[in-house]
């Protein structure tokens, strides 16, 4: 058997969108009850994932609804990597292009 330790590069890479924006972190509880909610910043987008910016002092869940400011959806989360302030999330399903296309139209009309 070979042990490799080296991961495979990513099959496809998703073109990266500025959002800037703020959002919701949807903690999800006992029977996908979602009562507890903490802001956010959504720094950046993809149709895979973002770039939150937290509070560092705020323990992160392991997955979670993100909820775009403005835009009443919520779109399941897993966290990828937490760097102080800094939480790169990948999101359950791809977003469909018209929604991300949306949400960049409403971040740049405000």
């Given at each position: 058997?070979?042990?490799?330790t080296?991961?495979p590069?990513?099959?496809?890479?998703y073109r990266?969108?500025?959002?800037?924006?703020?959002?919701n972190?949807?903690?999800?509880?006992h029977?996908?009850?979602?009562g507890?909610q903490v802001?956010?910043?959504?720094?950046?987008i993809?149709?895979?994932?973002?770039?939150?910016?937290?509070?560092?002092?705020l323990e992160?869940?392991s997955?979670?609804?993100?909820?775009?400011?403005?835009?009443?959806?919520?779109?399941?989360?897993?966290?990828?990597?937490?760097?102080?302030?800094?939480?790169?999330v990948?999101?359950n399903?791809?977003?469909?292009?018209e929604?991300?296309?949306h949400?960049?139209?409403l971040?740049?009309e405000?």
């Amino acid at each position: 058997m070979h042990l490799d330790t080296e991961h495979p590069k990513p099959e496809r890479a998703y073109r990266e969108f500025n959002l800037d924006r703020p959002g919701n972190i949807i903690f999800v509880g006992h029977h996908l009850s979602t009562g507890t909610q903490v802001r956010c910043l959504i720094r950046t987008i993809t149709l895979a994932g973002a770039l939150l910016e937290v509070s560092p002092n705020l323990e992160m869940p392991s997955h979670f609804f993100l909820e775009i400011l403005g835009i009443h959806d919520e779109i399941g989360a897993t966290m990828v990597k937490r760097e102080g302030e800094w939480v790169t999330v990948s999101f359950n399903m791809l977003l469909n292009p018209e929604f991300l296309h949306h949400a960049l139209r409403l971040s740049f009309e405000t």
